[in-house]
């Protein structure tokens, strides 16, 4: 069964503390790795797609990398407005589906 | 360029209702995806079209079941409502082919009391 689980479930970090979001994943047939930012009561925001072991995508504060059982996504000198949950999803081959992680509750203080 | 609507955006409903919930994808989008989000939770796959076919399907009873337009809108619509079935429902659009982005909308709020 494919699973994707996040850590730590909660963050609280100082403004300008950098910090990374760990997602392991067991997945058949990974074809793609995505995160997702959702903010209070709004849908998912897409934010990257890795597609295999060793990519790495920026943008902005973020940056998010992958490994053949990980995800991180790294968070460089963050800002109060970088607070949401962040949610990782991992897109099987064979399942045909994307299954989500439960999420980083992320908060900035100022 | 408008993204993933969906309507409505809160719901009421008492055990045992049918609900219906829609959705149109965003402009250059062909495939809809239905989840289902309870809260502190992550998106729960419920099922997939395209082609106005169901493509895929989660873990979820025949009480969930689902239609696509020719214009790639959908629905989902919900039998026998149960308390357990509060929560948010999110619809996901994307282009036909495995692995590509989904981008979802803002979500339905249904409450069963």
């Known amino acids: 069964e494919d699973q994707v689980t996040q850590s730590p479930e909660a963050l609280r970090l100082q403004e300008g503390e950098s910090s990374s979001l760990n997602c392991s994943y067991t997945?058949?047939?990974?074809?793609?790795l995505f995160w997702y930012r959702q903010d209070p009561g709004k849908g998912p925001e897409f934010l990257f797609t890795l597609y295999s072991a060793g990519e790495e995508k920026e943008k902005e504060r973020l940056k998010a990398t992958l490994t053949k059982k990980e995800s991180f996504l790294h968070i460089t000198a963050p800002k109060p407005e970088d607070s949401a949950t962040y949610l990782c999803?991992?897109?099987?081959?064979?399942?045909?589906?994307?299954?989500f992680g439960s999420g980083t509750q992320l908060t900035v203080l100022p | 360029d408008a993204g993933v609507t969906q309507s409505p955006t809160h719901l009421i409903k008492t055990r045992g209702q049918q609900v219906t919930l829609r959705c149109s994808p965003k402009?250059?989008?062909?495939?809809v995806s239905w989840y289902q989000q309870a809260l502190g939770q992550g998106p729960q796959f419920i099922f997939q079209y395209y082609e106005e076919e169901e493509r895929q399907r989660g873990n979820f009873p025949d009480r969930f079941s689902g239609h696509q337009f020719p214009n790639y809108s959908s629905e989902l619509n919900v039998n026998a409502l149960l308390l357990g079935d509060s929560a948010l429902y999110l619809c996901?659009?994307?282009?036909?082919?495995?692995?590509?982005?989904?981008?979802f909308g803002d979500g339905t709020r249904l409450s069963i009391l």
């Open positions: 997945v058949s047939g990974l074809r793609g």
């Open positions: 402009s250059g989008h062909d495939t």
């Open positions: 996901a659009s994307s282009s036909g082919t495995d692995g590509q982005p989904q981008h």
């Open positions: 999803a991992a897109f099987s081959g064979s399942a045909r589906q994307l299954t």
